[in-house]
């Protein structure tokens, strides 16, 4: 069971906006900043979001995320075949790295 | 550019121990940590540890305490991460990531992600 709450799916048609959730405590994502990754399958997982909100330089700015007190979104807009993969929020967690189960994204 | 490049597909018995490399290139090796996440098949991705080049030290979770050993070449810029007493339940791909963050008591706000992800190696128990 994972520390961080994630819907196990998640699902949208090309062109709509889609988001995610994140769901912790007070000692994790409370107290500190939310990380979010994109893993496709059969390749290494990327840094979609960092710091609750930032994007890497190279992430499209459909992508976006948020955070309020204990809790965390991702969202992606203007959704593209491309972005069916796993999705993946983390955060730390006194010494350690915590992760949400991850939510798979079905682009129907 | 940043790389880890880590080494290729392994193949074990139960009870054997397996271990990893990851090699950095591209930027500082000593100047940021080195995490380790496995993925199952079907299963999400789980974190192992994260070592300190610099100073050796290491901090793992606790579902592996014990059974997981993550060491350093600095001269090769590589990190290693060793796993006994495996059963089938680890057979997963495994990637190294760096790591980095601030997180010592005096940061105004403590975190710590990980931002480069290694190519990734199929470790199969069977």
């Known amino acids: 069971q994972s520390v961080l709450a994630q819907p196990p799916s998640a699902s949208a048609t090309p062109g709509q906006t889609v988001t995610i959730s994140c769901s912790g405590a007070s000692y994790n994502i409370g107290s500190s900043y939310v990380y979010w990754y994109q893993h496709l399958p059969g390749t290494a997982p990327k840094l979609l979001i960092y710091r609750n909100d930032q994007r890497p330089s190279g992430v499209p700015d459909r992508f976006s995320g948020s955070k309020s007190g204990t809790s965390a979104s991702l969202a992606i807009s203007g959704l593209r075949s491309e972005d069916e993969a796993d999705y993946y929020c983390a955060t730390w967690e006194d010494s350690l790295i915590v992760l949400g189960g991850g939510t798979k994204l079905t682009v129907l | 550019q940043e790389q880890l490049v880590q080494s290729g597909a392994e193949v074990k018995k139960p009870g054997a121990s397996v271990k990893v490399s990851c090699k950095a290139s591209?930027?500082?090796?000593?100047?940021?940590?080195i995490n380790w996440v496995r993925q199952a098949t079907g299963q999400g991705l789980e974190w192992l540890g994260w070592?300190?080049?610099?100073?050796?030290?290491?901090g793992y979770a606790q579902n592996f305490q014990g059974r997981v050993t993550m060491t350093r070449d600095t001269s090769i810029a590589t990190v290693y991460m060793e796993l006994s007493s495996l059963t089938s339940g680890d057979t997963a791909v495994y990637y190294c990531?760096?790591?980095?963050?601030?997180?010592?008591?005096?940061?105004?706000?403590?975190?710590?992600?990980?931002?480069?992800w290694g190519t990734g190696t199929t470790v199969t128990v069977s």
């Open positions: 990531a760096r790591g980095l963050g601030c997180t010592s008591p005096t940061c105004l706000i403590r975190y710590y992600y990980m931002d480069v």
């Open positions: 591209g930027y500082s090796f000593i100047n940021y940590d």
């Open positions: 070592l300190n080049p610099n100073s050796g030290n290491t």
